[in-house]
C-alpha cells in the first residue's frame, strides 16, 4: 500500500500517524488545506506541521495554496453546509488527483481523528472520490484517539488551534464561548 494522507494540522495528524506505523503503514503526509483562515492561522499551521514532519521523519508534501477567494466564493450560499459541500470535497479531491498523478494507491484523511467533524458525511465523500480516481480509501475511525493525541501534542510543545479552520468555524467557536460566558454569568447573578 503507498499511502497519501491527507492532514489538516500537526496536532490531529499525531495520533493517526503513530496508529498507521503501530500497523506497519508509512503514510505520506498531504498538505492542501485552502479553506483555513486568516493568513497567519494558515501559516501557523503549515509551518508546525512541517517542523514535526522533519522531526519524526515523515515524508511530507506541501501544496501551497492560500484560497481566500475561492473559499468565499463556494460557501457563501449556504454557509451551514460549508464543511461538506466544500471543505471536505476540496481538499479530498486535491489528495486523489495528487495521489493518482503520483503513484500512490490509496488516500485517507487526518479529519477522521476529530469528533468536531461530520464523520460520516466525511467517510462518504471520500469512499466517493476514491472511487472516482480508481484509488483505495484507508477507513480509519481515529476518534478513540483524539485525546491522546491532543495530549502528545502539547507535550511535543505543538501548536495548537483553536477553531477548525476557516474564518467561520472561528465565529462558531467565539459566539459557543459566548452563549456559555452569558449562561455562566446569569447563574452567578442569581444565587
Not at 4 to 20: E, G, K, Q, R
Not at 55 to 69: H, P, R
Not at 146 to 163: D, I, S
Not at 168 to 188: A, G, L
Request: aromatic share 12%; glycine share 4%.
Amino acid at each position: 500500500m503507498k499511502l497519501l494522507m491527507h492532514t489538516c494540522c500537526a496536532p490531529c495528524s499525531v495520533y493517526c500517524i503513530d496508529s498507521l506505523r503501530k500497523e506497519g503503514i508509512e503514510p505520506t503526509i498531504y498538505w492542501y488545506n485552502p479553506n483555513i483562515h486568516p493568513y497567519m492561522e494558515y501559516k501557523a499551521r503549515r509551518d508546525c506541521l512541517k517542523e514535526y514532519t522533519q522531526s519524526i521523519d515523515i515524508k511530507a508534501i506541501f501544496e501551497e495554496e492560500y484560497g481566500l477567494d475561492s473559499f468565499c466564493k463556494n460557501v457563501v450560499n449556504n454557509l451551514n453546509t460549508r464543511c461538506a459541500d466544500y471543505c471536505y470535497k476540496v481538499r479530498l479531491e486535491q489528495t486523489a488527483k495528487y495521489a493518482k498523478e503520483n503513484g500512490y494507491d490509496t488516500i485517507t484523511t487526518t479529519l477522521l481523528v476529530s469528533p468536531y467533524q461530520n464523520h460520516e458525511k466525511l467517510k462518504e465523500i471520500a469512499e466517493q472520490i476514491a472511487k472516482k480516481y480508481e484509488l483505495n480509501f484507508l477507513y480509519r475511525d481515529f476518534r478513540i484517539g483524539f485525546r491522546e493525541g491532543q495530549t502528545k501534542a502539547r507535550e511535543l510543545g505543538l501548536y495548537m488551534q483553536k477553531y477548525c479552520g476557516c474564518i467561520f468555524s472561528e465565529e462558531d467557536r467565539y459566539s459557543k464561548q459566548i452563549e456559555k460566558d452569558n449562561v455562566n454569568h446569569k447563574i452567578i447573578k442569581t444565587t
